[in-house]
């Protein structure tokens, strides 16, 4: 079964660090680009960064530059979002998503083959 698993989100406070976790099984985790999307509550979802691992190319949004840092474990077939100096404004529920087009800019925009269920992150002021 192909499938993607968020973990690690949770109620933090501003200032403060959260890691969270894509697990991925059913398919080649080589072959595809692992994203993280939000969806702030009343807003559109939006990507945040994407991972390719097979080539080391990463995408990061503007607005979270300097303060998320994506990796992945190809033993794990995982992929993380470590997010430091939290914000108000990064109250979301974050979502992974596979596909095998090219991790950039572009690739939060379309069909994406597989997404997660999601997993809350709250950021009190």
């Known amino acids: 079964e192909v499938q993607l698993v968020e973990s690690g989100g949770g109620l933090v406070q501003a200032g403060g660090s959260l890691r969270l976790s894509c697990a991925a099984s059913?398919?080649?985790?080589?072959?595809?680009?692992i994203g993280w999307f939000r969806q702030a509550p009343g807003k559109e979802r939006e990507g945040v960064s994407c991972?390719?691992?097979?080539?080391?190319?990463?995408y990061y949004r503007d607005s979270v530059k300097g303060r998320f840092t994506i990796s992945s474990d190809n033993a794990k077939n995982t992929v993380y979002l470590q997010i430091d100096s939290l914000k108000p404004e990064d109250t979301a529920v974050y979502y992974c998503?596979?596909?095998?087009?090219?991790?950039?800019?572009?690739?939060?925009?379309?069909?994406?083959?597989?997404w997660g269920q999601g997993t809350p992150v709250t950021v009190s002021s």
């Open positions: 059913g398919f080649t985790f080589d072959d595809y680009t």
């Open positions: 991972i390719r691992s097979s080539s080391g190319s990463t």
């Open positions: 998503a596979a596909d095998q087009r090219r991790c950039g800019v572009n690739f939060q925009y379309g069909y994406l083959e597989v």
